[in-house]
C-alpha cells in the first residue's frame, strides 16, 4: 500500500492555471496506474485525467480535453495534473488516485471503484 499526498491547489480566477502534484510514498510507485478525480459540492465523484503505469497512455473526461495534461514521473514517484484554462465549473476537491498494476502497463482506468488508493484531496476554486 501508498501513502499519496495532493499539493498545489488554490483560488484563482477563471483562465488561470494550477498544476496539482501528488506524492506517493514507497518504492512500487512505478506499478502503479494512477488518476485525477474531482467531487463538486453536492456532486457525485467524478474522473478526470488517467494515466497508465508505463506514462504512455493518458484517458481525460470530455470537460477538461485540451486544457488538462496528466504526466507523471516514475524517478519523482510523483503524479501531475497541468490545469490551463480554468473555468469556474472545475471548481471541486481534486483527488490523487492509484491502482496496483502487476502486468499492465498499458491502460487507463477512469472508475472510481478501481483504485485503492487515494489522497486526502486539494480544493481547487476558480472564481469568475
Known amino acids: 500500500q501508498v501513502q499519496l499526498v495532493e499539493s498545489g491547489g488554490g483560488l484563482v480566477q477563471a483562465g488561470d492555471s494550477l498544476r496539482l502534484s501528488c506524492a506517493v510514498s514507497?518504492?512500487?510507485?512505478?506499478?502503479?496506474?494512477m488518476a485525477w478525480f474531482r467531487q463538486a459540492p453536492g456532486k457525485a465523484r467524478e474522473s478526470v485525467a488517467a494515466?497508465?503505469?508505463?506514462?504512455?497512455?493518458?484517458s481525460y473526461t470530455d470537460s477538461v480535453k485540451g486544457r488538462f495534461t496528466i504526466s507523471r514521473d516514475n524517478g519523482k514517484n510523483a503524479v501531475y495534473l497541468q490545469m490551463n484554462s480554468l473555468k469556474p465549473e472545475d471548481t471541486a476537491r481534486y483527488y490523487c488516485?492509484?491502482?496496483?498494476?502487476?502486468?499492465?502497463?498499458?491502460?487507463?482506468?477512469?472508475?472510481?471503484?478501481?483504485?485503492?488508493?487515494w489522497g486526502q484531496g486539494a480544493q481547487v476554486t476558480v472564481s469568475s
Open positions: 488516485a492509484g491502482r496496483l498494476m502487476i502486468f499492465d502497463m498499458h491502460n487507463t482506468y477512469s472508475s472510481e471503484g478501481q483504485y485503492n488508493d
Open positions: 514507497g518504492r512500487t510507485f512505478s506499478r502503479y496506474a
Open positions: 494515466i497508465s503505469r508505463s506514462g504512455d497512455s493518458t
